[in-house]
């Protein structure tokens, strides 16, 4: 029996070294396989501590982490106010400000367009009172005109009635208008007058003797001359 067990004892460690014999040829072979693949590209380890940061600045997720969706992973937009040194606050107030400003400046040139238009209506205004004016000296000038016609029919109108007989002029002046006797009264001579009153109706010799005698005593008003309130 025991001349058995010690025949066995060398058949199991036999064995045992040609199993491990075998295994060796296979890790032989794995670790050929491996050389022979290109070489992978190793993934940087980040520091203990640091954030793993994206090519636009921002935080990278974990490597890993299915749970990012793509929104969640995109890049967020461009922040001018942390490009710019300003708040978003006072980037709305400047647009405020500015937009105020375009408004002013429209208004401003509304304004200088009415003030052209009101300098253009008061140049035409006063082209219009010159010629007014104008028109003004010209009727002035017609209406002396006539005043001067006016007068010199009155002389020659007198001078007719003093070349007359008194006794004809007398019957004509009984029915003449009372405004253009006076005239006439006024401007003859005294002497051929008082022929034609002597031969004239007594109430209308009376009445114009009175008229003239009312011109005589009240001072004709002038014109010109304003009337004191």
Known sequence: MAKMQVRVLPALIAVSIGALAFKGVDLAKAVAEVAKAPDAPAEP???????????????????????????????????????TGVSEQEILVLRSLSDRRAKLEEREAAVATQEQLNAAAGKKLDEQIVQLKGVEANVQKLLAAMDVKKDERMAALVKTYEGMKPKDAAT?????DDK???????????????????????????????????LATTPKPDPNKPISG
């Open 45 to 83: 380890k980040p520091e203990a501590g640091a954030a793993l940061v994206d090519g636009h600045g921002e935080d990278a997720p974990p490597p890993g982490d299915a749970t990012k969706t793509g929104k969640e992973c995109a890049p967020a937009g461009t922040d001018y106010a942390a490009e």
């Open 172 to 176: 004509i002046f009984n029915t003449m």
């Open 180 to 214: 253009l006797s006076v005239d006439l009264a006024k401007a003859m001579k005294p002497a051929t007058l008082g022929a034609i009153l002597s031969t004239m109706d007594v109430r209308k010799a009376e009445a114009l003797t009175r008229a003239l005698a009312d």
